[in-house]
Structures are given as C-alpha cells and as structure tokens.
C-alpha cells in the first residue's frame, strides 16, 4: 500500500519567515507533486517533479521552490511567505502517468 | 487550452436519489480521465478512472469523446457518499493533470 507522508498536518508562521513542506513516499515513485487546494479553486498544480533533482513549473509557481535531492522526497519551501499562501498543501506521487497517491495535507496559515 | 470543468459546487440529493456529477473537458487528444474523492477528514484518494471501466462503490462514468464529458453516475446514493469530488484529466505524454474545481456532494437522510 501506497504512503505518502507530509511532515505536518498544521502550520501556522509569519509573514516573511522561510516555510519548508515536506513530502515522503515509499513506493519507489519517479514523479512528485506539489498542489494547493482552496475552496472554488480546486486542486492547482505549484510545481513537479519527474526525478531526482528535475523539477518542472506548474500553474502557480510564483513565490515558492522545490527541492528533490533523493527519490522519495520532495520538499517545497515558501522563500518568503505571504498571506495569500494560506492554503492547504497537498502532495502526490505516481509511477508514471499513473493514479496519483496523495499525502494528508498541510494547513498552513500565515500570519 | 486544456481544462476541466465542473459546474456545480454543491449537489445536495436525498439518500436512495440518482446522483450525477457533472464534469467536462476541454482537450484535443484522447484524455486519460480520473475521479478522486476526498471524505471528511481523509485524504484526496482515486475513485475510478475510465480506462478501466469499473465501477466502484456503485459509481460509473462513461467517457463521452462527442459531448467531452465524463460524469459520475451513481442509482442509488447513499449517506456515506457525502463528500467531495474532483475530476481530472490526464493529457497524454505528460504528468500535468488538471484537476476540475470540485463538486461538493451532500446525501441528505
């Protein structure tokens, strides 16, 4: 069975400090998946990434990064956070272009 | 450009009512398509995508390449289906899926 891990469920900083998500699977998945989820909007893709070290933009990359330096984990870091970032953060891995396995989702509210 | 459209945010249906959740999209290949579900206080998990052709919890969709839908059908809904609902769209020879903005479904006793 498919794990996908976030390292936290709440988050709450403030505006400007440097904010790190993290994101583990073990399933050996290549690609990973960085969303945010807000009501009316839906599920908007930030960033992916298909390998260790490659990372590719989404829809909304603007004022985030991501970091893949080993295969299970995918990291992204909010440089100065803001609070439009308010959000619920999910992530995903998947074997290929296969169903995506989600992780539980990090509240986070800037301040 | 490629997008998925849900129209309704809340469908509310009485327990035991046909349910029907919209979804179109707008692509020009041939779409890999997806229906997640996320329960109250669960994560985002796959319902069931259209090539595989289940049916799961007594859902169905049927692609429909003429119209671009992919609705979720259910006979006979039942109170534990109250949840919310994303379709996606898988464009082919890529790992961009584009999810629709969620219908909220809500089976009333």
């Known amino acids: 069975d498919v794990k996908v891990t976030q390292s936290s469920r709440y988050l709450v900083k403030r505006t400007g400090e440097k904010v790190f998500l993290e994101c583990v699977q073990d399933m050996d998945h290549e690609n990973m998946f960085w969303y945010r989820q807000d009501p009316g909007l839906g599920l908007r893709l930030i960033y992916f990434s298909y390998d260790v070290k490659m990372k590719e933009k989404g829809d909304i990359p603007e004022g985030y990064s991501v970091s893949r330096e080993k295969k299970e984990r995918f990291s992204l870091i909010l440089e100065s956070a803001s609070t439009n970032q308010t959000s619920m953060y999910l992530c995903a891995s998947t074997r290929g272009a296969d169903t995506q396995y989600f992780g539980p989702g990090t509240r986070l509210t800037v301040l | 450009a490629q997008r998925v459209t849900q129209p309704e945010k809340l469908l509310s249906v009485f327990k035991g009512a046909p349910v029907e959740l919209k979804c179109n999209y707008s692509?020009?290949?041939?779409?890999?398509l997806f229906w997640y579900v996320q329960y109250s206080r669960q994560r985002l998990q796959l319902l069931l995508r259209?090539?595989s052709r289940e049916s799961i919890k007594g859902f169905t969709a049927d692609l429909n390449k003429g119209e671009t839908s992919f609705h979720l059908k259910k006979p006979f809904a039942q109170e534990e289906d109250s949840a919310m609902y994303y379709c996606a769209l898988n464009p082919l020879g890529t790992y961009k899926y584009i999810f629709g903005t969620g219908t909220r479904l809500k089976v009333l006793a």
């Open positions: 692509y020009s290949g041939s779409p890999e």
């Open positions: 259209h090539i």
